[in-house]
Protein backbone atom coordinates (compact mmCIF):
# COMPACT_ATOMS: atom_id res chain seq x y z
CA UNK A 1 0.00 0.00 0.00
CA UNK A 2 1.31 3.35 -0.92
CA UNK A 3 -0.25 6.89 0.92
CA UNK A 4 0.49 9.97 -1.45
CA UNK A 5 0.49 13.38 0.42
CA UNK A 6 -1.73 16.12 -1.23
CA UNK A 7 0.52 17.61 -3.85
CA UNK A 8 -0.46 21.22 -2.63
CA UNK A 9 1.65 20.18 0.93
CA UNK A 10 4.45 18.70 -0.54
CA UNK A 11 8.01 20.95 0.27
CA UNK A 12 10.64 21.39 -2.46
CA UNK A 13 13.40 18.34 -2.92
CA UNK A 14 16.13 20.31 -1.52
CA UNK A 15 14.34 21.13 1.61
CA UNK A 16 12.45 17.53 1.74
CA UNK A 17 16.51 16.15 1.26
CA UNK A 18 17.43 18.54 4.12
CA UNK A 19 14.63 17.75 6.52
CA UNK A 20 15.31 14.33 5.80
CA UNK A 21 18.87 13.94 6.69
CA UNK A 22 18.17 15.85 9.91
CA UNK A 23 15.69 13.82 11.06
CA UNK A 24 17.42 10.46 9.87
CA UNK A 25 20.39 12.24 12.25
CA UNK A 26 18.36 12.77 14.99
CA UNK A 27 17.08 9.33 15.10
CA UNK A 28 20.82 7.94 14.52
CA UNK A 29 22.01 9.52 17.73
CA UNK A 30 19.32 7.91 19.50
CA UNK A 31 19.62 4.74 18.26
CA UNK A 32 20.38 1.88 20.55
CA UNK A 33 23.05 0.64 18.27
CA UNK A 34 25.18 3.51 17.61
CA UNK A 35 25.35 3.70 21.45
CA UNK A 36 26.26 -0.03 22.16
CA UNK A 37 28.96 -0.38 19.54
CA UNK A 38 30.65 3.07 20.15
CA UNK A 39 30.73 1.38 24.01
CA UNK A 40 31.78 -1.79 22.93
CA UNK A 41 34.49 -0.53 20.83
CA UNK A 42 35.68 1.86 23.38
CA UNK A 43 36.00 -1.01 25.49
CA UNK A 44 37.76 -3.33 23.18
CA UNK A 45 40.86 -0.81 22.44
CA UNK A 46 40.69 0.22 26.04
CA UNK A 47 41.08 -3.88 26.80
CA UNK A 48 43.77 -4.39 23.95
CA UNK A 49 45.76 -1.41 25.21
CA UNK A 50 45.42 -1.91 29.05
CA UNK A 51 48.69 -4.24 29.58
CA UNK A 52 50.70 -2.23 27.08
CA UNK A 53 52.55 1.63 27.63
CA UNK A 54 51.05 2.70 24.01
CA UNK A 55 52.18 3.46 21.10
CA UNK A 56 51.06 5.09 17.80
CA UNK A 57 51.06 2.01 16.10
CA UNK A 58 49.22 -0.17 18.30
CA UNK A 59 46.86 2.41 19.02
CA UNK A 60 46.18 2.64 15.19
CA UNK A 61 45.43 -1.49 15.28
CA UNK A 62 43.99 -1.58 17.80
CA UNK A 63 41.20 1.48 16.80
CA UNK A 64 40.68 0.16 13.63
CA UNK A 65 39.91 -3.38 14.44
CA UNK A 66 37.49 -1.79 17.49
CA UNK A 67 36.12 0.46 14.34
CA UNK A 68 35.11 -2.64 13.07
CA UNK A 69 32.98 -3.62 15.74
CA UNK A 70 31.33 0.07 15.25
CA UNK A 71 31.06 -0.70 11.60
CA UNK A 72 29.21 -3.54 11.66
CA UNK A 73 26.10 -1.81 14.98
CA UNK A 74 25.97 0.85 12.19
CA UNK A 75 25.76 -1.56 9.31
CA UNK A 76 22.44 -3.04 10.98
CA UNK A 77 21.41 0.85 12.04
CA UNK A 78 21.74 1.95 8.24
CA UNK A 79 19.83 -1.02 7.07
CA UNK A 80 17.03 -0.71 9.85
CA UNK A 81 16.97 3.52 8.82
CA UNK A 82 16.89 2.25 5.18
CA UNK A 83 14.35 -0.59 4.99
CA UNK A 84 11.73 1.43 7.56
CA UNK A 85 8.95 2.27 4.81
CA UNK A 86 9.32 -0.99 2.92
CA UNK A 87 9.56 -3.49 5.42
CA UNK A 88 6.25 -5.77 4.70
CA UNK A 89 6.13 -4.62 1.49
CA UNK A 90 4.27 -1.30 2.27
CA UNK A 91 5.87 2.04 1.12
CA UNK A 92 4.45 4.91 3.34
CA UNK A 93 5.55 8.49 1.52
CA UNK A 94 3.23 10.64 4.39
CA UNK A 95 5.48 10.33 6.82
CA UNK A 96 8.33 10.97 4.35
CA UNK A 97 6.93 13.81 1.63
CA UNK A 98 9.33 13.02 -1.55
CA UNK A 99 10.35 11.15 -3.73
CA UNK A 100 12.13 7.40 -2.89
CA UNK A 101 15.51 8.67 -5.03
CA UNK A 102 15.64 12.30 -2.74
CA UNK A 103 14.85 9.52 0.83
CA UNK A 104 18.06 7.52 -0.40
CA UNK A 105 19.83 10.91 -0.75
CA UNK A 106 18.98 11.75 2.88
CA UNK A 107 19.90 8.71 4.09
CA UNK A 108 23.43 9.63 3.54
CA UNK A 109 23.36 11.73 6.51
CA UNK A 110 23.85 8.28 8.78
CA UNK A 111 27.28 8.02 6.58
CA UNK A 112 28.58 11.10 7.96
CA UNK A 113 27.04 10.46 11.49
CA UNK A 114 28.84 7.46 11.50
CA UNK A 115 32.00 8.69 10.42
CA UNK A 116 31.68 11.49 13.43
CA UNK A 117 31.15 8.61 15.66
CA UNK A 118 34.00 6.75 14.36
CA UNK A 119 36.25 9.87 14.66
CA UNK A 120 34.53 10.27 18.63
CA UNK A 121 35.77 7.21 19.33
CA UNK A 122 39.32 7.43 18.58
CA UNK A 123 39.21 10.60 20.24
CA UNK A 124 37.80 9.11 23.28
CA UNK A 125 40.33 6.33 23.32
CA UNK A 126 43.32 8.79 23.86
CA UNK A 127 41.13 10.30 26.27
CA UNK A 128 41.08 6.37 27.96
CA UNK A 129 44.68 5.98 28.19
CA UNK A 130 45.70 9.69 29.76
CA UNK A 131 48.11 10.72 31.43
CA UNK A 132 50.02 7.84 29.53
CA UNK A 133 50.31 8.89 25.48
CA UNK A 134 50.84 7.05 22.97
CA UNK A 135 55.12 7.15 21.69
CA UNK A 136 56.45 6.25 18.63
CA UNK A 137 55.68 7.88 14.96
CA UNK A 138 52.45 9.31 14.36
CA UNK A 139 50.64 8.49 11.58
CA UNK A 140 47.24 10.13 10.77
CA UNK A 141 46.59 8.33 7.53
CA UNK A 142 46.21 5.10 9.86
CA UNK A 143 44.01 6.34 12.59
CA UNK A 144 41.91 8.00 9.85
CA UNK A 145 40.70 4.43 8.75
CA UNK A 146 38.63 4.86 12.65
CA UNK A 147 36.55 7.28 10.54
CA UNK A 148 35.80 6.04 7.26
CA UNK A 149 34.99 1.88 8.72
CA UNK A 150 32.29 3.01 10.39
CA UNK A 151 31.11 5.00 7.32
CA UNK A 152 31.48 2.45 4.88
CA UNK A 153 29.74 -0.11 7.17
CA UNK A 154 26.69 2.41 7.63
CA UNK A 155 27.00 3.07 3.56
CA UNK A 156 26.93 -0.47 3.15
CA UNK A 157 23.38 -1.37 5.38
CA UNK A 158 21.56 1.94 3.48
CA UNK A 159 21.98 -0.04 0.27
CA UNK A 160 21.20 -3.69 1.33
CA UNK A 161 18.36 -1.95 3.30
CA UNK A 162 16.89 -0.14 -0.03
CA UNK A 163 17.79 -3.02 -2.60
CA UNK A 164 16.77 -6.26 0.15
CA UNK A 165 14.36 -4.60 2.74
CA UNK A 166 13.67 -7.83 4.75
CA UNK A 167 14.31 -8.08 8.57
CA UNK A 168 17.36 -10.76 8.16
CA UNK A 169 18.92 -9.29 5.44
CA UNK A 170 21.02 -6.56 7.97
CA UNK A 171 22.19 -9.40 10.22
CA UNK A 172 23.13 -11.95 7.48
CA UNK A 173 25.17 -8.89 5.39
CA UNK A 174 26.70 -8.78 8.84
CA UNK A 175 27.47 -12.21 9.09
CA UNK A 176 28.82 -12.56 5.49
CA UNK A 177 31.03 -9.36 5.49
CA UNK A 178 32.62 -11.15 8.73
CA UNK A 179 33.52 -14.13 6.81
CA UNK A 180 35.13 -12.43 4.40
CA UNK A 181 37.12 -10.05 6.28
CA UNK A 182 38.09 -13.10 7.93
CA UNK A 183 39.25 -14.83 5.24
CA UNK A 184 41.31 -11.91 3.69
CA UNK A 185 44.35 -12.77 6.30
CA UNK A 186 43.87 -16.65 5.43
CA UNK A 187 44.21 -16.29 1.79
CA UNK A 188 47.47 -13.81 1.79
CA UNK A 189 50.52 -15.58 1.24
CA UNK A 190 52.81 -12.87 2.22
CA UNK A 191 53.23 -9.02 3.31
CA UNK A 192 53.29 -8.02 -0.63
CA UNK A 193 50.03 -9.56 -1.65
CA UNK A 194 47.45 -7.66 -2.64
CA UNK A 195 44.74 -9.87 -0.86
CA UNK A 196 46.52 -8.82 2.00
CA UNK A 197 46.48 -4.93 1.88
CA UNK A 198 42.32 -5.24 0.85
CA UNK A 199 41.63 -5.81 4.97
CA UNK A 200 40.21 -2.28 6.52
CA UNK A 201 42.49 -2.29 8.99
CA UNK A 202 46.48 -1.89 7.59
CA UNK A 203 48.94 -4.24 8.92
CA UNK A 204 51.78 -3.14 11.78
CA UNK A 205 54.85 -1.77 10.37
CA UNK A 206 57.46 -4.56 9.41
CA UNK A 207 59.84 -3.13 11.78
CA UNK A 208 59.46 -0.37 14.09
CA UNK A 209 59.72 2.88 12.81
CA UNK A 210 59.28 1.84 9.21
CA UNK A 211 57.05 3.84 6.77
CA UNK A 212 53.63 2.25 5.89
CA UNK A 213 51.74 2.55 2.25
CA UNK A 214 48.70 4.24 4.58
CA UNK A 215 47.73 7.64 2.26
CA UNK A 216 47.12 4.33 -0.58
CA UNK A 217 45.23 2.61 2.01
CA UNK A 218 42.92 5.36 3.16
CA UNK A 219 43.22 6.18 -0.71
CA UNK A 220 41.67 2.52 -1.31
CA UNK A 221 38.67 2.68 1.72
CA UNK A 222 37.49 6.08 0.35
CA UNK A 223 37.05 4.22 -3.48
CA UNK A 224 35.02 1.62 -1.20
CA UNK A 225 32.78 4.18 -0.06
CA UNK A 226 32.47 5.97 -2.83
CA UNK A 227 31.01 2.13 -4.98
CA UNK A 228 29.08 1.93 -2.06
CA UNK A 229 27.65 4.98 -2.26
CA UNK A 230 27.31 5.22 -6.43
CA UNK A 231 25.45 1.44 -6.05
CA UNK A 232 22.44 3.28 -3.91
CA UNK A 233 22.06 5.75 -6.59
CA UNK A 234 21.93 2.78 -8.99
CA UNK A 235 17.50 2.43 -9.16
CA UNK A 236 17.26 6.30 -9.82
CA UNK A 237 20.47 8.18 -11.00
CA UNK A 238 22.20 5.15 -12.68
CA UNK A 239 24.11 7.01 -15.45
CA UNK A 240 25.86 8.97 -12.13
CA UNK A 241 26.32 5.49 -10.69
CA UNK A 242 27.81 4.47 -13.90
CA UNK A 243 30.15 7.38 -13.98
CA UNK A 244 31.49 6.85 -10.50
CA UNK A 245 31.81 2.88 -10.26
CA UNK A 246 34.65 2.54 -12.63
CA UNK A 247 36.77 5.04 -11.61
CA UNK A 248 36.42 3.80 -7.92
CA UNK A 249 36.95 0.98 -8.87
CA UNK A 250 40.15 1.44 -10.71
CA UNK A 251 41.17 3.83 -8.41
CA UNK A 252 40.77 1.38 -5.49
CA UNK A 253 42.83 -1.65 -7.13
CA UNK A 254 45.69 1.22 -8.33
CA UNK A 255 45.90 1.89 -4.46
CA UNK A 256 45.74 -1.38 -2.99
CA UNK A 257 48.73 -2.40 -5.86
CA UNK A 258 50.77 0.29 -4.72
CA UNK A 259 50.42 -0.78 -0.59
CA UNK A 260 51.82 -3.94 -2.07
CA UNK A 261 54.61 -2.59 -4.26
CA UNK A 262 55.66 -0.21 -0.96
CA UNK A 263 55.75 -3.23 1.36
CA UNK A 264 59.07 -5.05 1.31
CA UNK A 265 58.69 -8.96 1.03
CA UNK A 266 62.62 -9.33 2.40
CA UNK A 267 63.86 -7.27 5.13
CA UNK A 268 67.51 -6.43 4.85
CA UNK A 269 69.73 -5.35 7.67
CA UNK A 270 70.61 -2.59 6.19
CA UNK A 271 66.59 -1.50 5.55
CA UNK A 272 66.49 -2.24 9.47
CA UNK A 273 69.58 -0.10 10.26
CA UNK A 274 68.35 3.09 8.10
CA UNK A 275 64.72 3.38 10.55
CA UNK A 276 66.13 1.90 13.80
CA UNK A 277 70.22 1.51 13.80
CA UNK A 278 72.61 3.35 15.92
CA UNK A 279 72.86 6.58 14.00
CA UNK A 280 69.11 7.28 14.46
CA UNK A 281 68.52 7.06 17.82
CA UNK A 282 67.55 9.16 20.52
CA UNK A 283 69.86 9.31 23.37
CA UNK A 284 70.40 10.50 26.38
CA UNK A 285 73.22 10.22 29.79
CA UNK A 286 71.24 10.50 32.78
CA UNK A 287 73.41 9.71 36.36
CA UNK A 288 76.34 8.35 34.14
CA UNK A 289 74.17 6.14 32.51
CA UNK A 290 73.65 6.57 28.84
CA UNK A 291 69.79 5.99 27.16
CA UNK A 292 68.90 5.17 23.94
CA UNK A 293 65.88 5.11 22.53
CA UNK A 294 64.74 4.49 18.94
CA UNK A 295 62.94 7.60 17.01
CA UNK A 296 60.09 8.96 18.98
CA UNK A 297 60.48 6.78 21.76
CA UNK A 298 62.24 9.32 24.48
CA UNK A 299 59.43 9.46 26.82
CA UNK A 300 60.00 5.68 27.45
CA UNK A 301 63.47 6.69 29.12
CA UNK A 302 61.93 8.26 32.45
CA UNK A 303 60.45 4.72 32.84
CA UNK A 304 63.81 2.71 32.56
CA UNK A 305 65.76 5.37 34.45
CA UNK A 306 62.92 3.71 37.52
CA UNK A 307 64.20 0.46 36.76
CA UNK A 308 68.07 1.30 36.17
CA UNK A 309 68.66 3.71 39.48
CA UNK A 310 67.95 1.87 41.88
CA UNK A 311 71.09 -0.30 41.06
CA UNK A 312 73.41 2.52 40.55
CA UNK A 313 73.30 4.10 43.49
CA UNK A 314 74.72 1.57 45.12
CA UNK A 315 77.90 0.70 42.21
CA UNK A 316 81.07 2.21 43.10
CA UNK A 317 81.92 5.13 41.26
CA UNK A 318 84.40 3.38 39.43
CA UNK A 319 82.18 0.58 37.98
CA UNK A 320 81.08 0.13 34.42
CA UNK A 321 77.87 1.67 33.71
CA UNK A 322 75.89 -0.31 30.98
CA UNK A 323 73.88 1.57 28.34
CA UNK A 324 70.66 0.74 28.25
CA UNK A 325 69.59 0.68 24.02
CA UNK A 326 66.55 -0.01 22.77
CA UNK A 327 66.24 -2.52 20.17
CA UNK A 328 63.75 -2.45 16.73
CA UNK A 329 63.60 -6.18 16.29
CA UNK A 330 67.15 -7.53 14.86
CA UNK A 331 70.30 -8.04 17.36
CA UNK A 332 73.47 -8.12 15.59
CA UNK A 333 75.20 -8.09 19.24
CA UNK A 334 77.24 -5.18 17.95
CA UNK A 335 77.38 -2.03 21.34
CA UNK A 336 77.33 1.45 20.41
CA UNK A 337 80.56 2.01 21.97
CA UNK A 338 83.38 -0.59 21.84
CA UNK A 339 84.29 -1.98 25.46
CA UNK A 340 80.96 -0.42 27.19
CA UNK A 341 78.30 -3.21 27.77
CA UNK A 342 74.89 -2.93 26.92
CA UNK A 343 71.23 -3.95 28.13
CA UNK A 344 68.76 -4.35 25.53
CA UNK A 345 64.79 -2.95 25.75
CA UNK A 346 62.05 -3.19 23.47
CA UNK A 347 59.36 -1.55 21.78
CA UNK A 348 56.65 -2.89 24.60
CA UNK A 349 56.98 -1.85 28.20
CA UNK A 350 54.01 -3.20 30.84
CA UNK A 351 51.75 -0.43 32.12
CA UNK A 352 49.65 -0.98 34.76
CA UNK A 353 49.86 -3.85 37.60
CA UNK A 354 51.79 -6.58 37.70
CA UNK A 355 52.90 -5.97 33.89
CA UNK A 356 54.06 -2.90 34.50
CA UNK A 357 55.80 -4.51 37.42
CA UNK A 358 57.57 -7.30 35.23
CA UNK A 359 59.19 -4.71 32.72
CA UNK A 360 60.76 -2.75 35.16
CA UNK A 361 61.82 -5.78 37.65
CA UNK A 362 63.39 -7.53 33.90
CA UNK A 363 64.96 -4.22 33.28
CA UNK A 364 66.77 -3.99 36.63
CA UNK A 365 68.04 -7.68 36.16
CA UNK A 366 69.05 -7.07 32.91
CA UNK A 367 71.36 -4.28 34.36
CA UNK A 368 72.87 -6.06 37.43
CA UNK A 369 73.63 -8.89 35.52
CA UNK A 370 75.49 -6.72 32.91
CA UNK A 371 77.32 -4.01 35.41
CA UNK A 372 78.81 -7.13 36.97
CA UNK A 373 79.88 -8.62 33.92
CA UNK A 374 77.75 -11.55 34.02
CA UNK A 375 75.63 -11.42 31.43
CA UNK A 376 74.95 -9.21 28.58
CA UNK A 377 75.52 -7.30 25.25
CA UNK A 378 79.30 -6.80 24.95
CA UNK A 379 80.21 -9.16 27.53
CA UNK A 380 78.13 -12.56 26.23
CA UNK A 381 79.90 -14.10 23.12
CA UNK A 382 76.45 -13.36 20.38
CA UNK A 383 76.04 -17.02 19.46
CA UNK A 384 73.01 -19.13 20.15
CA UNK A 385 74.62 -21.15 23.49
CA UNK A 386 75.61 -18.25 24.70
CA UNK A 387 72.40 -16.30 24.44
CA UNK A 388 70.86 -18.99 26.17
CA UNK A 389 72.53 -18.19 30.20
CA UNK A 390 75.36 -19.46 31.91
CA UNK A 391 75.80 -20.50 35.40
CA UNK A 392 77.45 -17.59 37.88
CA UNK A 393 77.59 -19.97 40.69
CA UNK A 394 80.47 -19.63 43.22
CA UNK A 395 81.34 -16.42 41.81
CA UNK A 396 81.71 -13.57 44.24
CA UNK A 397 80.27 -10.79 41.26
CA UNK A 398 77.14 -12.80 41.42
CA UNK A 399 76.83 -12.65 45.36
CA UNK A 400 76.88 -8.62 44.67
CA UNK A 401 74.58 -8.98 41.57
CA UNK A 402 72.18 -10.70 44.32
CA UNK A 403 73.09 -8.21 47.35
CA UNK A 404 72.29 -5.41 44.58
CA UNK A 405 69.34 -6.95 43.02
CA UNK A 406 67.69 -7.33 46.36
CA UNK A 407 67.99 -3.45 47.22
CA UNK A 408 66.75 -2.52 44.16
CA UNK A 409 63.51 -4.53 43.34
CA UNK A 410 60.31 -4.86 45.62
CA UNK A 411 61.01 -6.83 48.74
CA UNK A 412 64.33 -8.29 46.79
CA UNK A 413 65.36 -9.18 50.57
CA UNK A 414 62.14 -11.59 51.09
CA UNK A 415 62.69 -13.12 47.36
CA UNK A 416 66.46 -13.89 47.99
CA UNK A 417 65.71 -15.50 51.55
CA UNK A 418 63.15 -17.42 49.92
CA UNK A 419 65.05 -18.08 46.84
CA UNK A 420 62.34 -16.41 44.15
CA UNK A 421 65.13 -13.39 43.73
CA UNK A 422 65.86 -13.87 39.45
CA UNK A 423 68.90 -13.36 37.74
CA UNK A 424 67.60 -13.93 34.44
CA UNK A 425 69.51 -16.00 32.44
CA UNK A 426 72.30 -16.60 34.92
CA UNK A 427 72.17 -19.29 37.50
CA UNK A 428 73.31 -19.54 40.76
CA UNK A 429 72.74 -21.74 43.59
CA UNK A 430 71.65 -21.74 47.88
CA UNK A 431 75.28 -20.65 48.84
CA UNK A 432 75.39 -17.20 46.90
CA UNK A 433 71.89 -16.43 47.64
CA UNK A 434 73.10 -16.92 51.81
CA UNK A 435 76.25 -15.25 50.91
CA UNK A 436 73.90 -12.06 49.48
CA UNK A 437 71.50 -12.46 52.47
CA UNK A 438 74.85 -12.25 55.01
CA UNK A 439 75.94 -9.22 53.07
CA UNK A 440 72.54 -7.83 53.33
CA UNK A 441 72.77 -8.14 56.98
CA UNK A 442 76.10 -6.54 57.04
CA UNK A 443 75.38 -2.20 57.42
CA UNK A 444 75.04 -0.82 53.76
CA UNK A 445 77.52 1.69 53.79
CA UNK A 446 80.71 -0.73 54.90
CA UNK A 447 79.64 -2.90 51.87
CA UNK A 448 79.62 0.16 49.72
CA UNK A 449 83.35 1.38 50.69
CA UNK A 450 84.64 -2.53 50.24
CA UNK A 451 83.01 -2.55 47.04
CA UNK A 452 84.38 1.04 46.17
CA UNK A 453 88.01 -0.37 47.22
CA UNK A 454 87.86 -3.95 45.55
CA UNK A 455 86.01 -3.22 42.50
CA UNK A 456 88.03 -4.90 39.96
CA UNK A 457 88.88 -7.94 42.16
CA UNK A 458 85.09 -8.59 42.67
CA UNK A 459 84.87 -8.90 38.90
CA UNK A 460 87.37 -11.16 38.31
CA UNK A 461 85.03 -14.50 37.29
CA UNK A 462 87.78 -16.51 39.78
CA UNK A 463 88.45 -14.12 42.55
CA UNK A 464 88.01 -14.05 46.11
CA UNK A 465 87.90 -10.58 46.30
CA UNK A 466 84.83 -10.15 49.58
CA UNK A 467 86.66 -13.32 51.57
CA UNK A 468 87.03 -10.13 53.78
CA UNK A 469 83.44 -9.89 54.39
CA UNK A 470 83.03 -13.54 55.10
CA UNK A 471 81.82 -14.97 51.40
CA UNK A 472 82.87 -18.29 51.45
CA UNK A 473 81.46 -19.58 48.19
CA UNK A 474 84.31 -21.41 45.70
CA UNK A 475 84.70 -19.77 42.60
CA UNK A 476 84.50 -22.84 39.65
CA UNK A 477 87.41 -23.84 37.69
CA UNK A 478 87.16 -22.72 34.69
CA UNK A 479 88.61 -25.18 31.97
CA UNK A 480 91.07 -23.48 29.17
CA UNK A 481 89.18 -25.33 26.54
CA UNK A 482 86.10 -24.26 27.16
CA UNK A 483 83.19 -26.77 29.53
CA UNK A 484 82.05 -29.87 28.42
CA UNK A 485 79.08 -30.23 26.74
CA UNK A 486 76.74 -31.87 29.34
CA UNK A 487 77.70 -29.13 31.87
CA UNK A 488 76.47 -25.35 31.94
CA UNK A 489 78.41 -23.05 30.84
CA UNK A 490 80.27 -20.70 33.20
CA UNK A 491 79.65 -17.01 33.11
CA UNK A 492 83.37 -15.37 32.06
Known sequence: MTVLAPASVRPSGRVAVGALARAEARLLLRSPLLWAGMVLSLALYTAWGWTTMPTWDAFAQNAGMASLVLAGALLLAGHLAASRDRRAGAESLETVPTTAARRGLGLLALVLVAGAAGASGCLAGLLVMLPAWPVG????????????????GAALGIVVGRWLPTAAAGPLTVLAAAVVLGALPVLST??????????????????????????????????????????????????IAIG????????????????????????????VYAVAGPAVLHCETHGDVRY???PHYGGWIPLWREAVEPVTRNLPAGATRPTVRQLAGMDDGHVLVPEVPEIATWPRWGRHGHWAEHSRTQLT??????????????????????????????????????????????????HLAD???NLGRVRYDRADAQAAAALLARPQDE???????????????????????????????IPAGGEPSDQPRICR
Open 137 to 152: RFDPWALLVTVVVPAI
Open 190 to 239: GADTLVRHLFPVPDTPWVTGAARPTGWHLVYLMCVLAAIVALLRWRHFWI
Open 244 to 271: VLPPAVATGAFATDQQARATPAVIYPEM
Open 292 to 294: CAL
Open 365 to 414: IDYTTAATGLFGRGITPFDEAARSGCSGAGQHRTVVALWLLAQAVPDGTR
Open 419 to 421: GGL
Open 447 to 477: VAAFLVAHWPQVMDPAGRALAPLGVTVQPPV
